[in-house]
């Protein structure tokens, strides 16, 4: 996963928050989340920015009907989890999204780790060998850990008023530091490529990370789950401001400071219902397609 694209490491903070991409410009953040290898239903997604009256264009597509950053340094683009697995085409949205790691500038394309990503960095830990996460090689996990060690996939990212991360947390938690311990046990798994008891090696970087690796004990979306599994039922109302996605939803939900945006899959097969999440210092809004086709935005205040 993310093994054919080159572009250099983001080291912090340009890996944690976008304060670091700040000091010229003030980007919006547009964030999609739980694309799982539906390359069609994320592009429409992508391109409906971009009809939006207020907003540029963040992609462009090729004759091929490939995409390509449009977004100057304009725009960062959070993938907030979950590229892979459910779909068809897991392959081509990992090349999309490496495609416009390359062209977008430098930190401008962010991937948070969802639990399907886990499926790669720990895959002795789940039964998923019928989907793409489950059956990569050896060699393709290297290439996806070293895209973590090079901060180009995160446990999470600070925008302005709130942090990106696949499923959250109900209490608070420093960017920073799980970034950390996501490449601290990516190091780890790293290390233990071709280990005879992969199992035990996994469960190790699990129990020593618990709020990035962990799938919880009750069940694996449970109360306790780590901030790539927690169901967003188990979300109170004073949780601290996050957009997740992880938990399907017909339209983006807020509950307290908490928006939930995985709306993909559960609008795939109707007309309209696309979503994105976009930030500005100043607001946080739904821009999404209704199914007569109108693009539209709603606002969250806080």
Same mark, same amino acid.
């Given at each position: #996963?993310?093994?054919?694209?080159? =572009?250099?490491? +983001?080291? %912090? ?27 069609? !239903? ?5 391109? #409906?920015?971009?009809?939006? %009256?207020? /907003? ?19 725009? +960062? &683009?959070?993938? *907030? ?14 090349? #999309? ?17 969802? *639990? ?7 895959? =002795?830990?789940? *039964?998923?060998?019928?989907? /793409?996460?489950?059956?990569?090689? !050896? ?36 960017? !920073? ?20 008891? %992969? ?5 190790? +970087? ?20 780590? &901030? ?6 188990? #979300? ?25 945006? *995985? ?31 109108? +693009? ?7």
């Amino acid at each position: #996963m993310l093994d054919s694209h080159d =572009a250099d490491p +983001v080291p %912090p903070p340009e890996r944690d928050s976008v304060s670091a991409l700040t000091r010229d410009s003030e980007p919006t953040i547009v964030s999609i989340s739980d694309i799982h290898g539906f390359l069609g !239903e994320a592009q429409n997604t992508l391109l #409906m920015l971009g009809e939006h %009256p207020h /907003y540029d264009p963040i992609v462009e597509t090729d004759a091929a009907r490939r995409l390509h950053w449009a977004g100057g340094e304009e725009y +960062v &683009l959070v993938f *907030n989890g979950d590229l892979v697995d459910r779909g068809p085409q897991s392959e081509r949205v990992v090349k #999309m999204v490496a495609r416009l790691i390359d062209e977008a500038p430098h930190g401008h394309v962010r991937v948070t780790v969802g *639990n399907h990503e886990m499926g790669v960095l720990t895959p =002795a830990l789940y *039964n998923w060998s019928d989907w /793409y996460s489950g059956t990569r090689s !050896e060699d393709e996990r290297r290439a996806f850990i070293e895209q973590v060690l090079d901060g180009h996939v995160v446990a999470a990212y600070d925008g302005y008023n709130t942090t990106y991360v696949h499923a959250g947390q109900p209490e608070s938690f420093d960017v !920073e530091t799980v970034n950390e311990q996501l490449a601290a046990g990516a190091q780890q798994l790293l290390d233990e490529l071709g280990s005879p008891d %992969p199992f035990d090696r996994q469960r190790e +970087v699990v129990d020593q990370y618990p709020r990035v690796f962990d799938y919880g004990s009750e069940t694996s979306r449970g109360p306790d789950a780590g &901030l790539t599994w927690l169901d967003f039922e188990y #979300m109170p109302e004073d949780a601290p401001p996050q957009v997740v996605g992880h938990t399907r939803q017909d339209a983006p939900i807020r509950r307290g400071s908490v928006i939930c945006q *995985n709306v993909l899959r559960k609008n795939r097969r109707k007309e309209g219902g696309e979503a994105l999440i976009v930030e500005t210092p100043e607001k946080i809004a739904a821009v999404g397609r209704s199914p007569e086709g109108h +693009v539209g935005e709603y606002s969250f205040s806080f």
